[in-house]
């Protein structure tokens, strides 16, 4: 099995500061396949990040997604106010199927 | 547009069967694969299952074979997931989503999401 692992596991920053969530996973993901994910409180997750760096549909420029391997990361040039929530990254490959890491809470300092 | 609409909250007993709808429009049903995945109260997403809308094939999460089955109902765009032998910690918000694909690549990402199914398992 595939374990995701995501640091920091909170992140506090202002609106304006730049934001980096990093996603390890425990062995290589196959062909890149790894998704980032925003969640806000009471809402379903909503795509970002596809195929690693590739941009969801809607989804502003401020969001970048870079990696390969084990190591992927999600960056957030200019945090605005609705960019708070958690944030999951997630692979397919292996048994299970697809997995998710834990979360990373984006809060306003 | 993409809609994925989910059947009502379910309380229900130890040891109960609870089948979670989720009815999708605004796209071609069989071209798509749906998954079920969950999040118990203030956790994480955890991947269960998903089904090939156009054969009917299913994939599980080893942590939930035997226990899970999805199906589906192209006449009505509709698939099903069924959890038996619940326990207290199946407690949790159950979504359907959408993988994202285009005619010749499956990116294995989640694009749309039903608005999700709290199941609530209490004595």
Not at chain 1, 58 to 62: A, Q, T, V
Not at chain 2, 27 to 31: I, Q, S
């Given at each position: 099995e595939i374990v995701l692992t995501q640091s920091p596991g909170t992140l506090s920053l202002s609106p304006g500061e730049g934001a980096t969530l990093s996603c390890r996973a425990s062995q290589s993901v196959t062909g890149n396949y790894l998704a980032w994910y925003q969640q806000k409180l009471g809402q379903a997750p909503r795509l970002l990040?596809?195929?690693?760096s590739t941009r969801a549909s809607?989804?502003?420029?401020?969001f970048s997604g870079s990696g390969s391997g084990t190591d992927f990361s999600l960056t957030i040039s200019r945090l605005e106010p609705e960019d708070f929530g958690v944030y999951y990254c997630q692979q397919r490959g292996g048994s299970p199927t697809y997995t998710f890491g834990q979360g990373t809470r984006l809060e306003i300092k | 547009q993409v809609r994925l609409v989910q059947s009502g909250a379910e309380v229900k007993t130890p040891g109960a069967s609870v089948k979670v709808s989720c009815k999708a429009s605004g796209?071609?049903?069989?071209?798509y694969y749906l998954h079920w995945v969950r999040q118990a109260p203030g956790q994480g997403l955890e991947w269960m299952a998903l089904i090939n809308?156009?054969?009917g094939s299913t994939d599980y999460a080893p942590s939930f074979q035997g226990r899970v089955t999805t199906t589906r109902d192209t006449a009505i765009s509709t698939a099903y997931m069924d959890l038996s032998s619940?326990?207290?910690?199946?407690?949790a918000v159950y979504y359907c989503a959408r993988e994202y694909s285009t005619s010749t690549t499956?990116?294995?990402?989640?694009d749309f999401w039903g608005q999700g199914t709290l199941v609530t398992v209490s004595s």
């Open positions: 990040i596809y195929g690693a809607g989804i502003p420029d401020r | 796209y071609t049903f069989t071209g809308t156009n054969d619940l326990r207290s910690d199946d407690t499956w990116y294995k990402a989640f």
